[in-house]
């Protein structure tokens, strides 16, 4: 399974971007999925995520501003960041958990990352 994530670059302070993510490969059912963010010299953090029934949470800093939504058809997984602010610079990575076979779990893949980069 492969993710490939797009739609990251250079915006200034309040304006918006859309990520997107596609899964690939072999693929029986997509569960949850999510986006992830890591800026310079910190951890990695939950963005947002949302399950196979469409059901979203948020981290605190992004609520309001950005909208997860995914497309099961194309297995595909959006973010839609309005208001974006300065500190929102970070490489995003999109999470998919995926089962490819029914005689084994579901396991968690990650796409390349992405760089989101908010000028003030």
């Known amino acids: 399974v492969q993710l490939q994530a797009s739609g990251g670059g250079l915006v200034q302070a309040g304006g918006s971007l859309r990520l997107s993510c596609a899964a690939s490969?072999?693929?029986?059912?997509?569960?949850?999925m999510g986006w992830f963010r890591q800026a310079p010299g910190k951890q990695r953090e939950l963005v947002a995520r949302?399950?196979?029934?469409?059901?979203?949470d948020y981290a605190d800093s992004v609520k309001a501003r950005f909208i997860i939504s995914r497309d099961d058809a194309k297995n595909t997984v959006y973010l839609q960041m309005n208001s974006l602010k300065p500190e929102d610079t970070a490489v995003y990575y999109c999470?998919?958990?995926?089962?490819?076979?029914?005689?084994?779990?579901?396991?968690?893949?990650w796409g390349r990352g992405t760089l989101v980069t908010v000028s003030s």
């Open positions: 999470n998919s958990r995926v089962r490819s076979s029914w005689s084994r779990p579901a396991s968690d893949y």
């Open positions: 490969g072999s693929i029986l059912v997509v569960y949850d």
């Open positions: 949302i399950n196979s029934g469409g059901t979203s």
